[in-house]
């Protein structure tokens, strides 16, 4: 080991200045060769997760948000209706129903065109219980369009009102 180290330094000693400087210059030439090569790499690979993120992910992140503002208006909607009776919060749910429906099937379209598998599977769920409340919105829309359907009391009270009272109420 010592042996080979003074040989080394034999030759560096017996070398000139200028070529000890070219020598030099091309050993910062080679280092600098490599590094700027794992750059290039690491950029690529960057590059290659930036556009798998923004071309196949982002697309489907912003529809499902979208889906989930939809579904939240939509409730908000058939709740103000049941509350008011106004004819425009009816017609603001209706839109948001279709919407919802319009961008749960893009979602599912592109879960499919993407092959994600999980998400496909967790996206036919969610259609499912998207069907059970529109079940659900259209029992309330029809349980609420009349007082009788409203309040059963009142109902009942209606069929089984004895005759003298329904007699009272018709003179009245």
Same mark, same amino acid.
């Given at each position: 080991?010592?042996?080979?180290?003074?040989?080394?330094?034999?030759?560096?000693?017996?070398?000139?200045?200028?070529?000890?400087?070219?020598?030099g210059?091309?050993?910062?030439?080679?280092?600098?060769?490599?590094s700027?090569?794992?750059?290039?790499?690491?950029?690529?690979?960057?590059?290659?997760?930036?556009?798998?993120?923004?071309l196949?992910?982002?697309?489907? @992140?912003?529809?499902?948000?979208?889906?989930?503002?939809?579904?939240? &208006?939509?409730?908000?909607?058939?709740? $103000? !209706? @049941?509350?008011?009776? *106004?004819?425009?919060?009816?017609?603001?749910?209706?839109?948001?129903?279709?919407?919802?429906?319009?961008?749960?099937?893009?979602?599912?379209?592109?879960s499919?065109?993407?092959?994600?598998?999980?998400?496909?599977?967790?996206?036919?769920?969610?259609?499912?219980?998207v069907?059970? $409340?529109?079940?659900?919105? *259209?029992?309330? @829309?029809? &349980?609420?369009?009349? !007082?009788?359907?409203? $309040?059963?009391?009142?109902?009942?009270?209606? *069929?089984?009102?004895?005759?003298?009272?329904?007699?009272?109420?018709? @003179?009245?």
């Open positions: 080991m010592v042996h080979i180290r003074e040989k080394i330094m034999s030759i560096l000693h017996n070398l000139s200045i200028r070529t000890k400087q070219w020598f210059f091309g050993l910062i030439l080679c280092v600098l060769s490599v700027s090569i794992f750059t290039l790499i690491s950029l690529s690979n960057v590059e290659q997760s930036v556009n798998g993120v923004v196949k992910s982002q697309p489907r @992140l912003i529809l499902t948000k979208d889906l989930a503002s939809s579904l939240k &208006q939509s409730v908000e909607s058939l709740g $103000f !209706y @049941l509350l008011t009776k *106004e004819d425009t919060h009816l017609k603001d749910f209706s839109t948001q129903k279709e919407q919802t429906h319009y961008i749960l099937q893009s979602l599912i379209t592109k499919v065109e993407a092959k994600d598998n999980v998400a496909s599977q967790l996206l036919v769920l969610l259609n499912d219980e069907k059970q $409340f529109d079940q659900t919105a *259209e029992a309330l @829309l029809s &349980q609420t369009a009349t !007082y009788e359907g409203n $309040f059963p009391g009142i109902a009942y009270a209606n *069929e089984h009102i004895n005759p003298i009272s329904r007699n009272q109420m018709q @003179l009245t």
